[in-house]
């Protein structure tokens, strides 16, 4: 972690409670469900936060997973893999607002993007909903007050280029 990084840690932890520190460290670092695994990172090791930028590192966390669908943050930019007979993992970046049929042929990798400090050029928060019962994922895009939020962060003296990347998205 960057120094940056870790002064931001520092930072957010000084603002939690004993309770709700103790609260976030009992959370699993893992949900599974039906078909499905929820995680932060990655499937392969998420104590280690390593980050599934690749194709490969997609590959490497549906190893590790039984489930057909894998959900996971960190990346902070909206990818959605899928391995399919062929062997290969491929990538490829969603339309907000268009369904994707997510076919039983495959298994899926999805990183939903960021709610704030997002990496892949786009300021606007990123989310996805995934419909059970269609068997389709759809990404969404939400403006919010980007200079609202980025004033907010240097009034907390935290590094400018934080506030930066809220307004360019990268």
């Not at 902070?76 to 042929?105: D, E, M, N, R, S």
């Not at 909903?129 to 939400?142: A, G, M, P, S």
């Not at 907390?156 to 998205?169: C, D, M, V």
Request: hydrophobic share 40%; net charge positive.
């Amino acid at each position: 972690m960057s120094e940056d990084a870790q002064s931001v840690v520092a930072w957010t932890r000084s603002r939690l409670t004993p309770t709700q520190r103790a609260y976030l460290a009992g959370l699993p670092l893992t949900c599974e469900r039906v078909e499905s695994l929820y995680v932060h990172a990655n499937a392969w090791k998420p104590e280690g936060w390593e980050y599934i930028a690749s194709a490969t590192a997609a590959r490497r966390s549906l190893e590790a997973t039984r489930g057909r669908l894998t959900f996971c943050g960190h990346v902070h930019a909206p990818t959605l893999y899928h391995w399919g007979a062929t062997g290969l993992v491929a990538a490829f970046t969603p339309i907000a607002g268009v369904g994707i049929p997510l076919g039983a042929q495959r298994r899926w990798l999805a990183v939903l993007g960021s709610v704030g400090q997002p990496r892949d050029g786009n300021p606007a928060a990123s989310y996805a909903i995934h419909d059970e019962e269609r068997k389709q994922l759809t990404f969404y895009r939400v403006p919010f007050d980007v200079q609202t939020a980025a004033r907010k962060i240097l009034d907390a003296g935290l590094p400018e280029w934080l506030a930066a990347r809220l307004e360019t998205g990268v």
